[in-house]
């Protein structure tokens, strides 16, 4: 088993902001009106070898949208190696999966194989 990181704090910039002027963070854009995040996070939850699930970004939002038990919100910073390393502190494992959370093709057999 191994934990996971997903890194959702990525802000809008250039076209994409231009594009979906309303959305805040990468992570939140939908696609088959599900969030970017979600289908990552739905690729993480179906991986039997994932115990713990970290998801450093919009904590006051997310908190909100995503009610899972086995996944712990963290706030995020600007900074990514600073988010990573906000996750990996909690984690007792040698290694982690780190993923972000614009990925949405992901699947949990990608992750299990």
Do not use: W
Not at 74 to 84: M, Q, T, V
Not at 95 to 108: E, F, K, M, S, Y
Request: glycine share 4%; net charge neutral; proline share 4%.
């Amino acid at each position: 088993m191994i934990d996971a990181i997903i890194l959702a704090g990525g802000q809008m910039t250039g076209s994409l902001k231009e594009a979906f002027p309303e959305v805040q963070n990468k992570a939140h854009l939908l696609l088959q009106d599900k969030m970017l995040l979600e289908h990552v996070l739905q690729a993480v939850l179906d991986s039997p070898r994932i115990d713990k699930i970290y998801v450093v970004g919009d904590k006051s939002f997310l908190c909100k949208q995503l009610k899972q038990e086995r996944v712990q919100i963290l706030s995020s910073s600007a900074d990514i190696y600073e988010n990573f390393m906000r996750a990996a502190q909690l984690t007792t494992r040698p290694r982690v999966l780190l993923l972000t959370a614009d990925i949405p093709l992901i699947t949990g057999v990608i992750l299990t194989d």
